[in-house]
């Protein structure tokens, strides 16, 4: 009798450590940051913003150029101009420098805009593709596993590699 009553114990422990496990979740990670790095709309996105960027800096260091030579120029004939034609050529440089430094802000305002625009259906299909793995897999939980970003174990199944092979990369 005390053995039926061990195995029955034994038994119901069994179901019980059988359920548990049963009922945990499945949980993976990935680093999103490296996924959309590695994805080949982010490179041509990245290209795009690279060359807004830089026509916008070519025609502020324009700007800058003709603001430090009306500046030079200014300079160099003051001593011969009056007052008042020193006041209004001041008055003018400042009028240029605000310019410009308006100018800087809308392009900052701009490229930010862009990236927005193009990063927003990048982001999209990455996390589309990162929920259909999840799904297949059976996968409850995914937890980026970008570095710094609150994870502390990353034990689980890395997804990086299998969602990559669903956006075809």
Same mark, same amino acid.
């Given at each position: 009798?005390?053995? %039926?009553?061990?195995?029955? %114990?034994? @038994?119901?422990?069994?179901?019980? !450590?059988?359920?548990?496990? &049963?009922? #945990?979740?499945? +949980?993976?990670? +990935?680093?999103?940051?490296?996924? @959309? =790095?590695?994805?080949?709309?982010?490179? %041509?996105?990245?290209?795009? /913003?690279?060359?807004?960027?830089?026509?916008?800096? =070519?025609?502020?260091?324009?700007?800058?150029?003709?603001?430090?030579?009306?500046?030079? *120029?200014?300079?160099?004939?003051?001593?011969?101009?009056?007052?008042?034609?020193?006041?209004?050529?001041?008055?003018? @440089? *400042?009028?240029?420098?605000?310019?410009?430094?308006?100018?800087?802000?809308?392009? #900052?305002?701009?490229?930010?805009?862009?990236?927005?625009?193009?990063?927003?259906?990048?982001? #999209?299909?990455?996390?589309?593709? +990162?929920?259909?793995?999840? !799904?297949?897999?059976?996968?409850?939980?995914? +937890?980026?596993?970008?570095?710094?970003?609150?994870?502390?174990?990353? &034990?689980?199944?890395?997804? @990086?590699?299998? %969602?990559?092979?669903? /956006?075809?990369?």
């Amino acid at each position: 009798m005390k053995q %039926v009553k061990k195995i029955a %114990v034994a @038994l119901m422990l069994f179901v019980a !450590a059988t359920s548990f496990v &049963n009922a #945990q979740s499945k +949980i993976a990670h +990935i680093d999103v940051t490296k996924l @959309l =790095a590695d994805m080949p709309e982010m490179k %041509v996105a990245e290209a795009e /913003l690279k060359k807004l960027s830089e026509t916008y800096q =070519a025609d502020i260091q324009a700007s800058m150029t003709e603001l430090r030579n009306k500046f030079t *120029q200014y300079q160099n004939e003051a001593p011969s101009k009056s007052k008042e034609e020193n006041d209004k050529r001041a008055v003018e @440089l *400042q009028g240029m420098e605000k310019t410009v430094g308006e100018f800087q802000q809308n392009a #900052q305002q701009e490229i930010q805009k862009k990236q927005a625009e193009l990063f927003a259906p990048i982001s #999209q299909k990455a996390k589309t593709a +990162i929920e259909k793995v999840a !799904a297949a897999q059976g996968y409850d939980y995914v +937890i980026d596993a970008q570095a710094g970003g609150g994870l502390i174990v990353a &034990n689980g199944k890395d997804l @990086l590699a299998d %969602v990559k092979k669903e /956006l075809g990369f």
